[in-house]
């Protein structure tokens, strides 16, 4: 058990859906982030928040939309979606260091397979 | 451009037989390398950290090398078993003035049979 928990597991929804997926992390740590993989794809990174602030969005559709209440907790809305959107998201966290140490470790959750018909 | 590149893609051995796996990387500056493990529909686990100035660490059967010359990394498995069968990722950490960046490889899935 990494300390990361993510919920649902599993889930489908149509393309005019609207619905959210959770990350609680146990850890301590002071960052979170949201991956998306696909088959035969490497990881990708969608959004990063540090100190509980949005540090990076790669250019990720706004049909995703995280949101970030405490340094515990990250969620990310969906709603719109298309069937190229089904996928394992990740969430992840870490402890980012000051100074210009870079980040740590990052602990992954189990992941949520989501599938858009 | 940064990029890692895991050979093989998939690889099938049977239990008991040793195993390594390649990662291969363009990644400027380098920070550290990992080694994860990744269960179907689980989330990666990390095995091993590595840092430019380590050569070789090893985690129970896992043992990762770094050659930061050559900017390459093995892990290598000994005596493998049917529970060793998942995708391995190998992840380059790169710090630089826009912060930390993780450069994923694809991953090599590692079937073991009995």
């Known amino acids: 058990e990494t300390g990361v928990t993510q919920t649902p597991r599993h889930l489908v929804m149509g393309m005019t859906n609207k619905k959210s997926l959770k990350c609680e992390q146990h850890?301590?740590?002071?960052?979170m982030y949201w991956y998306k993989q696909s088959a035969k794809k490497p990881l990708e990174l969608m959004f990063v928040?540090?100190?509980?602030?949005?540090?990076e969005n790669n250019s990720v559709p706004s049909r995703f939309s995280p949101e970030c209440p405490n340094s515990s907790h990250l969620f990310l809305h969906l709603h719109t979606l298309q069937p190229e959107d089904s996928a394992l998201y990740l969430c992840?966290?870490?402890?980012?260091?000051?100074?210009?140490?870079?980040?740590?470790?990052?602990?992954f959750g189990p992941g949520t397979r989501l599938t858009v018909t | 451009k940064n990029q890692v590149e895991q050979s093989p893609q998939s690889l099938i051995i049977l239990e008991g037989k040793n195993c390594t796996l390649q990662?291969?990387?363009?990644?400027?500056?380098?920070?550290?390398l990992r080694w994860y493990k990744q269960d179907t529909g689980r989330g990666p686990v990390s095995l091993t950290i590595?840092?430019?100035?380590?050569n070789t660490k090893s985690n129970g059967r896992y043992t990762a090398t770094l050659d930061a010359d050559t900017k390459q990394s093995s892990l290598h498995i000994t005596a493998s078993q049917l529970s060793d069968s998942a995708s391995y990722i190998c992840?380059?950490?790169?710090?630089?003035?826009?912060?930390?960046?993780?450069?994923f490889g694809k991953g090599t899935t590692l079937s073991v049979s009995s």
């Open positions: 992840a966290s870490s402890l980012i260091g000051g100074g210009g140490e870079g980040s740590y470790e990052q602990y």
């Open positions: 850890l301590g740590h002071n960052a």
């Open positions: 928040y540090s100190l509980e602030e949005r540090v």
């Open positions: 990662c291969n990387y363009t990644v400027s500056p380098f920070s550290n």
């Open positions: 590595m840092t430019f100035s380590e």
């Open positions: 992840v380059v950490s790169s710090f630089g003035q826009a912060g930390t960046a993780l450069i």
